[in-house]
């Protein structure tokens, strides 16, 4: 049976949202961001924080784990805490609502308003509104909110999930004001749509209507150039009022290459007097996933292609701005993405404005990761966080997909929490109560088998070349498991890479080391799982990128897949990486610089023209003589041409059907000392270039015997501090990969637990080599630094300001 799905998809915001209210307003929203207290205390009565003179001055977003996930001490603070804000009012409009609206806090919530408890949330990744109207005055009000993230079993995700669960008002607040009389949620479809028309169903829902009669919905349609399209009028009989508007012609589609966005404006009047009114934003787009086949968006085939992302960054954890967010998304679009799965949860709703307005597909997903079935109190949390997510998300263009969980069986919760029956049970629930909510989306799970039957598209588990086997074998895989599944899509994929780690002879498809006697210390064996034996070199994770993008980019019926994961990120679960409790299968490091393997992706779905020589992190190399090295340079132009120390080594052509680069591969012969090269290419007229300067030796490093310090003053007026291992002749020890640990001892602080290649305080060499970022503070005291490990027990340097 052909699944199709045509879509009216909108995203919501009020009217009149400026920062401050205006008087006479129909309804406000302000952003109450600034100047909170916060309380660092477990309690649960407010009572004991009332009087308490230990409040400190934030701003929101906050969490209290902005750090300690990352600080390479075990664990992290699961605790409560409270939040303090005055709101000063003028006066009590007893014709309007008061209320609250947080984005998201983390992952229960109480709120007080002047002694009284006014309302709670249960879930840390969804928005909630809590109404103040009741509790209000004249003058000044406190308003409290405790945030919990504590172990609890009965809240999704469960604690045994590969991220952190960060605590705290991790998004932003706002205090909104409505008539009492009010447009409440509105909800929009498209029975049609077409290239040559479009219809438009508004379902609105009114709030505090038996307090009026007479009553009117109007709803305004407007294209992009502000041009009025169609509008409709319903005079309103029942709490809930659809205005349909038919046979829209030639409507602008939303499309990837296109996001268009008219605009709808739903007005209410009582007595033919205006009293409210909502803008929204409207996308007119249809797609399919093809039986055992390709994605089609608008009637056109699309292959989807993808990253995932998880909602944190160095320094603040999942309390990014909104600033931070859109630049996440942006940096996909760049990469020439047009799907991102938002991986384990929710997200931001900036990320979703930023998704319907760059052209970004999207899988949305419930926070259902790992921890099997839970009980009564667990099933009952769990619908109410699926129907919030689609009560909330349901109007943008971006989202295709409500994914109901991930590796949901894994490490049960509960005791039975693995049957399977039971499960499935629970999972044919969600899974009709996602179509109940919302008939014009497909459900999806990954890696869950028992279950692929029940939802629509279906994401096995295939990380050829990482947890098993050799990437050579992804062709393999999905052929496999596209008859298999109705609607087969590959969902993560990718591996683990530290940031300026590079060798001469990474790993092949096949598992093995070609042994040259210039190797990095690593046995020469098949390689079963390269995650747990493999040298976690950039250069590997290249090579597995550009094999996984060769085979997609050329197969015509592939739906599309979904890299893991686009920005390192925080986990509980890995203390031991080089980096410790960070996941590295990022394309970009937890401050968003890219890695090479980002330009790998860019150099095959990007349409801006760029060159890339990999890579900028490997300008220190060594080898035999006359022993020629293959350069890869990645990039999306035609033709490229290489240039050595100021000779032309050719002109080739671009073929994603070659492997590696796409045939943008070059025999150099490096000289000994420094080496310039150069590449470069004609389009248009444009010059396109790239230039990496390597140095070279002939002369192969011993083992080390000493680490160095040095320090370079960066832009920002701190230090970057470098430790380099050493052999007894005072050469860089390039296949050096140890942990070494730093410390600044006085006249400033080290920037540590950031997760970052210079931002971390224990870290595993690159090449022989690690940074760290100083931060002198204001004293006349020099800088007093150090780095050991096991094997050196100590190197200081000073550094004077």
Request: negative net charge.
């Amino acid at each position: 049976m052909k699944l199709k799905c045509i879509i009216f998809c909108v995203a919501l915001f009020l009217l009149n949202c400026a920062q401050k209210p205006e008087e006479g307003a129909l309804r406000t929203k302000e952003n109450i961001n600034k100047e909170w207290s916060y309380l660092e205390n477990p309690t649960h009565e407010i009572t004991d924080v009332e009087n308490n003179v230990d409040w400190v001055t934030i701003d929101l977003p906050h969490t209290w784990n902005n750090e300690d996930p990352t600080d390479n001490v075990a664990g992290y603070r699961r605790s409560g805490s409270w939040y303090k804000k005055e709101l000063e009012l003028d006066g009590i409009n007893p014709d309007k609502r008061y209320l609250l609206y947080f984005e998201g806090a983390n992952i229960t919530t109480k709120v007080y308003v002047n002694g009284s408890e006014v309302g709670g949330h249960i879930g840390g990744y969804i928005g909630f509104e809590i109404d103040l109207s009741e509790h209000l005055k004249k003058g000044k009000n406190n308003v409290y909110v405790r945030v919990d993230n504590s172990y609890n079993r009965d809240i999704i995700p469960s604690q045994k999930s590969d991220f952190f669960i960060y605590g705290g008002i991790t998004r932003d607040v706002w205090l909104i004001t409505k008539p009492k009389i009010s447009i409440g949620n509105v909800k929009l479809t498209t029975p049609d749509v077409s290239q040559e028309r479009a219809s438009l169903q508004i379902e609105i829902l009114l709030e505090g209507m038996e307090q009026a009669s007479d009553l009117k919905l109007t709803a305004v349609l407007k294209n992009q150039e502000g041009e009025v399209v169609m509008s409709k009028s319903e005079n309103v009989t029942s709490g809930t009022t659809t205005i349909a508007i038919n046979d829209i012609q030639d409507p602008q589609l939303w499309d990837i290459s296109d996001p268009n966005l008219y605009e709808v404006t739903v007005s209410l009047s009582n007595n033919e007097e205006i009293i409210d009114e909502v803008l929204e934003k409207v996308g007119f787009r249809w797609f399919e996933f093809k039986k055992n086949g390709p994605f089609y968006l608008n009637g056109k085939r699309v292959l989807l292609r993808g990253t995932h992302r998880h909602e944190e960054h160095a320094g603040v954890g999942a309390a990014m701005s909104n600033q931070q967010h859109r630049k996440d998304m942006e940096q996909i679009k760049e990469m020439g993405a047009n799907f991102v799965r938002l991986a384990h949860y929710p997200q931001d709703p900036e990320v979703y404005k930023a998704c319907d307005e760059l052209g970004l597909l999207v899988w949305d997903e419930l926070p259902w990761c790992r921890g099997g079935l839970g009980e009564e109190k667990w099933q009952e949390n769990t619908k109410n966080m699926l129907t919030e997510i689609i009560d909330q998300n349901f109007n943008h263009p971006s989202i295709i997909i409500w994914s109901l969980g991930n590796e949901m069986y894994w490490l049960p919760d509960f005791e039975g929490g693995g049957d399977i029956k039971k499960m499935n049970t629970f999972l044919n629930e969600l899974n009709t109560l996602a179509h109940k909510l919302d008939p014009t989306r497909k459900t999806a799970i990954r890696k869950y088998y028992e279950g692929a039957d029940i939802v629509d598209v279906f994401s096995p588990s295939i990380w050829s070349g990482w947890y098993s086997g050799s990437y050579k074998s992804y062709q393999k895989a999905i052929e496999t498991y596209k008859p298999q599944y109705n609607h087969f899509l590959h969902a993560e994929y990718g591996g683990s890479s530290h940031v300026g780690r590079h060798s001469e002879n990474p790993i092949t498809g096949e598992g093995i080391i070609k042994s040259e006697g210039w190797e990095e210390a690593i046995v020469q064996t098949k390689v079963a799982n390269i995650a747990k034996i493999g040298d976690w070199s950039e250069n590997y994770i290249v090579d597995l990128f550009d094999w996984h993008l060769r085979i997609t980019e050329t197969d015509s019926t592939f739906v599309g897949n979904a890299q893991w994961a686009f920005k390192d990120f925080g986990t509980p679960l890995r203390p031991e990486n080089d980096i410790p409790y960070m996941n590295q299968k990022g394309l970009v490091d937890r401050n968003g610089k890219p890695k090479d393997a980002y330009y790998v992706f860019k150099s095959y779905w990007s349409e801006d023209p760029f060159i890339y020589i990999e890579s900028e992190t490997w300008t220190e190399r060594q080898g035999p003589k006359g022993k020629p090295r293959s350069i890869n340079v990645f990039s999306n132009c035609d033709e490229v041409n290489l240039i050595h120390n100021g000779k032309e080594l050719g002109k080739k052509m671009k073929d994603i059907t070659k492997f590696p680069a796409s045939g943008l591969v070059w025999e150099v012969d490096f000289e000994e000392g420094d080496n310039q090269l150069i590449a470069v290419s004609e389009m248009a007229g444009n010059t396109i270039s790239d230039t990496l300067n390597i140095s070279y030796r002939y002369t192969k490093n011993g083992s080390a015997k000493e680490l160095l310090l040095s320090s370079s003053k960066l832009k920002n007026g701190n230090f970057l501090l470098t430790a380099m291992a050493v052999d007894e002749n005072g050469l860089r020890c390039l296949d050096y990969e140890d942990k070494v640990y730093f410390q600044c001892l006085e006249g400033g602080k080290a920037l540590k637990n950031q997760g970052t290649p210079t931002g971390s305080e224990v870290i595993g060499m690159a090449n022989g080599q690690a940074s760290i970022e100083i931060i002198p503070d204001n004293t006349e005291i020099d800088l007093t630094v150090m780095v050991l490990n096991q094997n050196f027990k100590g190197t200081y340097l000073t550094i004077e300001k």
